[in-house]
């Protein structure tokens, strides 16, 4: 595996001025960094939920003034896209990286999601580690700490997930970017598989696996 952790490099990536020049930047410095994590996790992923998993590095190819604030690699069962599915991610900010289980605003089964995540509430307040975090907004840095959620404040964010079409639910962990460097490659694969492995059970319930 073609991963050594990630450098102070990689994270001033998002300090760079200007579309092109943070996009090539990116491209030479974290992108391939991405695919190893990539291809290292799909086949834990898959053990962990029993579903196929295909490997999605983030291209920005929409992008033509801004030029991206992070980046990301995610891992969905459709070899064409995750957007509109269940999700895992691994990705950096310039300030720290994120692993997160997704529902974003394009999945058109949030609804559906939504009930099944409500009945297993109780349970994802229990399971759930105490230092995770949930987003609303995968596009913005801000997270919601786990540790003092309350059953109904999980349930408010899950009904929101429900009745907003831009609505968005994710959970998982986020690592400061010294941290992160000061962990090295082993510290942080070990790290990114107990994430994980706390998260699987909850894509299982939104993908509907039993």
Same mark, same amino acid.
């Not at 759930?128 to 540790?147: A, L, M, N, R």
């Not at 404040?153 to 639910?169: H, N």
């Not at 962990?173 to 694969?189: A, H, K, N, P, S």
């Given at each position: 595996?073609? +991963?050594?952790?990630?450098?102070?490099?990689?994270?001033?990536? +998002?300090?760079?001025?200007?579309?092109?020049?943070?996009?090539?930047?990116? #491209?030479?410095?974290?992108?391939?960094?991405?695919?190893?994590?990539?291809?290292?996790?799909?086949?834990?992923?898959?053990?962990?939920?029993?579903?196929?998993?295909? *490997?999605?590095?983030?291209?920005?190819?929409?992008?033509?003034?801004?030029?991206?604030?992070?980046?990301?690699?995610? +891992?969905?069962?459709?070899?064409?896209?995750?957007?509109?599915?269940?999700?895992?991610?691994?990705?950096?900010?310039?300030?720290?990286?994120?692993?997160?289980?997704?529902?974003?605003?394009?999945?058109?089964?949030?609804?559906?999601?939504?009930?099944?995540?409500?009945? !297993?509430?109780?349970?994802?307040?229990?399971?759930?580690? !105490?230092?995770?975090?949930?987003? *609303?907004?995968?596009? !913005?840095?801000?997270?919601?700490?786990?540790?003092?959620?309350? #059953?109904?404040?999980?349930?408010?964010?899950?009904?929101?997930?429900?009745?907003?079409? !831009?609505?968005?639910?994710?959970?998982?962990?986020?690592?400061?970017?010294?941290? *992160?460097?000061?962990?090295?490659?082993?510290?942080?694969?070990?790290?990114?598989?107990? *994430? +994980?492995? #706390?998260?699987?059970?909850?894509? #299982?319930?939104?993908?509907?696996?039993?």
């Amino acid at each position: 595996m073609d +991963f050594h952790g990630f450098t102070q490099e990689d994270f001033d990536v +998002f300090l760079i001025e200007g579309l092109e020049e943070r996009m090539d930047a990116l #491209k030479c410095t974290i992108r391939p960094k991405l695919e190893s994590l990539g291809e290292y996790y799909a086949p834990l992923l898959e053990a962990a939920t029993g579903d196929e998993m295909f *490997v999605h590095v983030a291209k920005h190819a929409r992008r033509t003034v801004n030029p991206p604030k992070d980046t990301w690699v995610a +891992f969905a069962n459709n070899p064409r896209g995750y957007k509109m599915l269940p999700h895992f991610q691994i990705g950096l900010w310039n300030t720290h990286l994120f692993i997160w289980f997704a529902v974003i605003y394009e999945a058109p089964q949030k609804q559906e999601i939504g009930k099944r995540l409500t009945k !297993k509430a109780a349970s994802i307040c229990k399971e759930i580690p !105490k230092d995770f975090v949930w987003s *609303v907004d995968h596009t !913005k840095p801000e997270t919601i700490p786990h540790g003092p959620l309350k #059953k109904n404040e999980l349930l408010a964010l899950i009904d929101r997930l429900q009745t907003i079409k !831009k609505a968005e639910l994710l959970c998982g962990y986020t690592i400061d970017r010294e941290q *992160v460097i000061q962990m090295g490659r082993e510290g942080l694969l070990q790290q990114i598989n107990e *994430v +994980f492995s #706390k998260v699987a059970p909850l894509y #299982k319930v939104a993908a509907n696996i039993k």
